[in-house]
């Protein structure tokens, strides 16, 4: 949604216009019309038509927008959020209903609950790797927990954001949920808006930017974000369903573009010689040229590419391409590559990969990987551990501090709607997905009934010191 500049001639989207947008939902939402059950179901089910009835199209943006296989795009960015849709179609109303709570003697006769009302006027700023996902995901907790919405989709992946604002304002209630298409002016412009939460999907250093602007107005913010999330493997493992789940969490997730990508694995040094199982894996996965393979996504433009590119080139010097390495710059591929004995000091160790980079570090002990998950980068994301020993996986999760923790598998988690989905420290905070999103997007209403009977005069004044004694 654009606002066309007579002047100039020229579509702009500035702060008055992004005034205009706040004020035309705030109109809305006042009149009570989100609020209804009615219209929240009659907006999922709209929702569930509109990725039934446009999934080739779907497909088709992230395709040109990333190449991102058919596969990946019906998994996780269609079947993901539809399952999000069915759900709260089937839960909204045990969610919208007050929950009972507790009394106590101070109160005597008195009931009390918890009312669950809509925010109001949400935004939603989303990230480029899952367009679609990362978008209507949280639109569906913001719609089933009854607010007016902006959607502001990232301009990284043009075709989906363009089909997103076209999907949404043909199928959705535009008087009630809008689609702002835009970049950093047109971001600026919104955050510069009172909303009543804003959820955030992307990177640190935007989130602060969103959180300062959000301050500004006491909004409280979700953040989304990421981090380096490891891989601990330990040896008395199924080294071949292990290295096919790492492979389908990292390279099968938009070829390692995805927030709960493994970002590198710990082993212990005796075990980092098994890597030829992921050779064999690797090629049974994507063939003997993985250029060619039409299973890995690009990556997203050439800034990323030259990113990734350098990283490479940079541990070349110190630490072993042990597989992959190839590169087509005209078609923004990289092939899934893997680095052995990287030092942990190294440039590839400093920053998110957020690409199809796995490098391995070894340790002399499995132990010694919990503090160095600490000293790399923070609470991260994910963290996964791979191993049958029951007193390593109590250790693990008592010791680790990430947004989730997965033992035996990666990043499968955030399909699970009964766990929050959420970072904490640097990858983020505030959770979704399932329930988690119905609460993002509720206030939570303390309410406390009493009659006229058991009026203690003990509150009252003069507070004699009889009356201290009684308390
Ligand atoms: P991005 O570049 O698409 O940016 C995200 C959003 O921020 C976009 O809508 C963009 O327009 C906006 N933006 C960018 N610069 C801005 C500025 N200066 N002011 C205001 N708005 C601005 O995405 P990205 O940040 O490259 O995404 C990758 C990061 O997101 C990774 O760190 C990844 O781990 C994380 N991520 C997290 C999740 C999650 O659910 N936790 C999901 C996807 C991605």
């Not at 106590?104 to 700023?125: D, N, Q, R, W």
């Not at 949404?168 to 689609?179: E, F, G, M, N, T």
């Not at 994507?286 to 990556?299: H, N």
């Not at 209403?445 to 507070?463: E, H, N, S």
């Amino acid at each position: 949604m654009l606002m066309e500049n007579k002047a100039e001639n020229k579509a702009v989207f500035d702060a008055e216009s992004a005034n205009e947008v706040v004020k035309e939902l705030r109109d809305s939402f006042v009149t009570g019309k989100t609020k209804s059950y009615r219209w929240r179901v009659t907006q999922l089910k709209a929702m569930l038509k509109m990725l039934d009835e446009n999934e080739p199209q779907i497909v088709a943006a992230l395709r040109d927008d990333l190449s991102k296989p058919e596969f990946e795009s019906s998994l996780y960015e269609i079947q993901i959020v539809n399952n999000s849709c069915r759900l709260a179609l089937k839960e909204m109303n045990h969610w919208m209903m007050p929950e009972k709570a507790k009394t106590s003697l101070t109160t005597f006769p008195s009931s009390a609950e918890i009312v669950s009302e809509p925010l109001g006027v949400v935004l939603v700023i989303s990230a480029w790797n899952y367009p679609f996902l990362v978008s209507l995901d949280p639109v569906v907790g913001a719609i089933s927990a009854g607010n007016a919405i902006v959607l502001k989709p990232s301009e990284m992946a043009p075709t989906s954001s363009s089909l997103l604002a076209k999907l949404v304002a043909d199928y959705l209630d535009s008087s009630c949920i809008k689609v702002v298409e835009g970049a950093v002016p047109e971001t600026s412009a919104l955050l510069e808006q009172k909303w009543d939460k804003i959820l955030y999907t992307g990177n640190g250093r935007v989130a602060r930017i969103v959180m300062a602007a959000a301050a500004k107005h006491l909004t409280p913010v979700v953040l989304e974000l990421g981090g380096k999330s490891p891989v601990i493997v330990v040896s008395d493992i199924n080294l071949k369903v292990a290295t096919r789940r790492i492979i389908a969490g990292k390279w099968g997730c938009n070829n390692g573009q995805a927030c709960v990508s493994p970002d590198y694995i710990i082993t212990t040094k005796d075990y980092a010689t098994k890597v030829d199982s992921f050779k064999c894996e690797l090629e049974r996965f994507y063939g003997k040229d993985p250029l060619e393979s039409k299973d890995l996504s690009r990556i997203v433009n050439s800034s990323h590419f030259d990113r990734l590119s350098k990283l490479i080139d940079e541990e070349k010097v110190s630490s072993k391409i042990v597989h992959g390495g190839q590169r087509n710059e005209k078609n923004l591929q990289i092939a899934p590559t893997i680095l052995l004995d990287v030092p942990v000091n190294s440039l590839i160790m400093k920053e998110e990969i957020f690409g199809p980079l796995l490098p391995i570090i070894t340790v002399d002990k499995v132990e010694q990987s919990f503090d160095l998950i600490h000293s790399s980068g923070g609470k991260p994301l994910a963290a996964y551990l791979f191993t049958n020993n029951k007193k390593l996986k109590r250790k693990f999760v008592e010791t680790v501090s990430a947004g989730g923790l997965v033992v035996n598998d990666t990043a499968v988690h955030l399909a699970i709607h009964s766990l929050p989905f959420a970072g904490v420290g640097e990858s983020g905070m505030g959770s979704y997905h399932g329930k988690f999103s119905f609460d993002a997007f509720s206030h939570k209403k303390a309410v406390l009934y009493r009659g006229f009977a058991g009026d203690a005069f003990l509150r009252y004044p003069p507070y004699t010191p009889r009356k201290l004694t009684l308390l």
